[in-house]
């Protein structure tokens, strides 16, 4: 321990070759895609692609199109071959009996987490169509929206069910990144399963010799079945509440009614599917494609220069071109065929069809690494030294910076900013003292010495601390896969900037860093250790922050920004190690995670997202499955609404504060400040200066207090690099 002190006590000697150094990797990652340091910038993405012909030509999936210095996700390949260097324990809470047959880590924050715990009858919402699983039958329900002032919820109508006669169990058969497959049986016999897939127009279920029922949901009542018209084999049942659905059957398929219930004459083996008929136009469309069935998909993506791309590559059973529905996130960087097929408004939007079995898109980058995408401005420096010299000396740590991954973890990203920023001004005595006060208290995680040592689960799969995995109430309920991506974000951006200062010490540290950053974005499903990308939801474009908890309106985050905050932690950490694909894999999840946070959660006046009179508050606090709530788990006051997705105050935060949402809502933030306590007031402030920077200088110059997370010398420095 204290030889490695001793290292960091003599980084002063070399720290300027280390400034310059840093900043050329800044410009040198503008034109080498190997090399980190970008985000998407949203504005720069056009929504039009006859703009955009060159993406005609190009095939980044045949490498044909990609230049030489081109990164290409390989999902066969883990962040490291290594076991977690934490030690092995077994969880208190044993995988239900859903999970048959299943060994190794397994999803907990998954779009179907509520499958995957308990009783696994709460919803899933797939999009468009939110599901419901009993032991004898799917219950499907079409999306139908209601708005208040302080929340937006979709309807837990049940309005159509597919039984398979005789089944007296369900359990999950297999999963990708898109869909997860059921399986209902009677004993030790298969009669049906249903691949769940995000997007799918259809449900789809596969009978196996068993006779199928289809029967009207809860208060819903069968008004008439047409004949089955050809060539599709396709039914239509209409239903008193004035929902018309196709129902589709293998070759041969003959139906009857027995009270109510539309039920197969004979055992049925092969897919049945049903669909939602909104209008004429879109029957004929689901009827064209009826015969093309996705059953799952994955994620592809490659970086090459300031451009990502990403690939939805579906998984289908049939012939014909997959018809798919798309959010409206997806649809202003798809490059495929759009149909005239659109859902009725779900809880993200109204939903549009793309025909295809792959979905090809980009995002443009924006190079952000260890410093602001801007250099400070001159006339701010001095200010910005003076603040940096009173911060560093005041800098101490409460006992949370080794015991609690949250709290703590933000106290040691205090300090990592403050270390960031001294670089940039080549203040080598300040980098050398708090790099000597910040070392410890990391060590104290990845070597796990503290007081809740983390440990590695090997029940479901992943690094939680020991008190957690035994208490489902300790750490925020980390310990049970809640937050992980928040808390490990924090302590992550703060091991990158030691193993940035101090490369033998990231060698040293290298496994332990990296069992953190699988915990949460391992790529691949070859890591025998985690499950691959533990809350990145890729369809929605955001991530799931509930881990093994089971709810009413299924999974949620809180805040985007933390967990963009969680990615750019993981591109430092990258670039800190020189691990590519952890560098770049960050980049590409802050990206994505950016353009949906600008989506989903910040609320235009204009959105289309969401209606009046939820629309008028301007953000949502709580994203769920099938509810958005304008409040947060610790309050409803404006402040803390508003400043939980501002939260934590980094070069990343220009990803997803967006000057035209500042804009439109600068007058209420400002409102909002003037009763905050000081330490919500500093980052409505922030949020505020986005954009005129200067009128609020004073204001955040004077404030007595800032979050733990936060500092003065970060606060200015923000303001310092805005436009």
């Known amino acids: 321990m204290s030889t490695r002190r001793l290292q960091l006590a003599l980084l002063g000697i070399v720290v300027l070759l280390g400034v310059v150094a840093a900043l050329a990797g800044d410009e040198s990652r503008k034109s080498d895609p190997g090399s980190g340091g970008a985000s998407v910038d949203q504005d720069s993405v056009s929504s039009s692609r006859s703009e955009d012909p060159s993406w005609l030509q190009l095939q980044p999936w045949s490498g044909a199109a990609l230049s030489v210095n081109a990164w290409r996700l390989d999902r066969n390949r883990p962040l490291s071959s290594e076991a977690p260097t934490f030690t092995p324990v077994d969880h208190a809470l044993s995988p239900p009996s859903q999970w048959r047959g299943f060994s190794g880590p397994k999803p907990t924050n998954s779009f179907w987490g509520n499958l995957a715990v308990d009783a696994g009858d709460q919803p899933v919402n797939l999009l468009p169509y939110v599901v419901r699983v009993r032991k004898d039958r799917l219950i499907i329900s079409a999306p139908k929206l209601s708005t208040g002032e302080r929340a937006v919820v979709s309807s837990a109508d049940e309005d159509l069910e597919i039984r398979g006669r005789g089944a007296q169990s369900w359990n999950i058969r297999s999963f990708d990144d898109f869909a997860v497959t059921l399986e209902w049986r009677d004993g030790d016999r298969s009669l049906m399963s249903a691949p769940l897939v995000r997007g799918a127009p259809f449900i789809s279920m596969r009978m196996d010799r068993a006779v199928a029922e289809i029967s009207p949901g809860r208060g819903r009542v069968l008004i008439s079945c047409d004949a089955p018209v050809a060539p599709a084999g396709r039914a239509l049942l209409r ?206 995680w990845l070597d796990a010495t503290g007081p809740a040592p983390l440990v590695y689960d090997r029940t479901w799969g992943g690094v939680a601390s020991n008190r957690g995995i035994l208490d489902r109430h300790a750490d925020f309920g980390a310990g049970y896969y809640n937050d992980h991506h928040f808390h490990y974000g924090y302590i992550l951006h703060a091991a990158a900037v030691l193993a940035d200062l101090d490369p033998v010490w ?218």
């Open 239 to 444: 239903f008193n509440n004035g929902q018309a659905w196709a129902i589709y059957g293998p070759p041969g398929t003959t139906w009857k009614e027995e009270a109510g219930v539309l039920v197969s004459a004979a055992p049925v083996t092969g897919f049945i599917r049903v669909a939602l008929a909104v209008d004429t136009a879109a029957l004929e469309h689901l009827d064209a494609h009826a015969s093309a069935i996705p059953v799952g998909g994955t994620m592809e993506a490659a970086i090459d220069g300031e451009t990502a791309f990403v690939q939805f590559a579906w998984k289908k059973e049939g012939d014909g071109p997959l018809m798919m529905m798309a959010l409206p996130h997806h649809l202003s960087r798809i490059h495929d065929r759009l149909l005239p097929v659109t859902s009725p408004r779900t809880i993200r939007g109204t939903m549009t069809a793309v025909e295809g079995d792959t979905w090809h898109m980009h995002y443009s980058l924006k190079p952000i690494g260890w410093a602001s995408s801007r250099p400070v401005k001159p006339e701010r420096v001095a200010e910005i030294r003076s603040a940096l010299a009173k911060d560093a000396a005041a800098t101490t740590y409460s006992g949370a910076a080794n015991e609690n991954a949250y709290f703590g973890g933000k106290e040691l990203a205090r300090t990592a900013r403050l270390i960031t920023i001294a670089r940039e001004l080549g203040d080598e005595n300040v980098i050398r003292d708090l790099a000597k006060s910040l070392l410890p208290h990391v060590e104290s």
């Open 506 to 723: 990231g060698a040293a540290h290298r496994e332990s860093i990296l069992s953190l950053a699988r915990d949460i974005t391992n790529p691949s499903a070859a890591d025998g250790h985690f499950p691959s990308f533990r809350h990145m939801d890729w369809f929605e474009g955001h991530s799931w922050a509930a881990g093994l908890f089971s709810f009413g309106d299924n999974r949620n985050q809180e805040s985007v920004s933390e967990a963009v905050n969680a990615w750019y932690a993981c591109q430092l950490a990258g670039a800190a190690l020189k691990h590519i694909d952890l560098e770049n894999i960050g980049r590409l999840a802050a990206a994505v995670e950016a353009v949906s946070a600008r989506e989903y959660y910040f609320v235009m006046p204009e959105s289309e997202i969401y209606g009046e009179p939820f629309r008028g508050f301007g953000v949502v606090g709580i994203l769920w499955s099938t509810k958005v709530d304008a409040t947060t788990f610790f309050g409803a006051q404006p402040e803390f609404v508003y400043g939980i997705q501002m939260l934590p105050i980094t070069p990343a935060s220009e990803l997803y504060l967006d000057p035209a949402w500042i804009a439109a809502r600068r007058g209420k933030i400002l409102e909002i400040a003037r009763t905050a306590p000081p330490e919500w007031r500093g980052f409505l402030l922030l949020g505020a200066g986005v954009t005129d920077p200067d009128s609020i200088w004073k204001e955040v110059a004077g404030l007595p207090v800032f979050d733990g997370g936060n500092s003065l010398t970060n606060s200015l420095h923000w303001l310092a690099t805005r436009p």
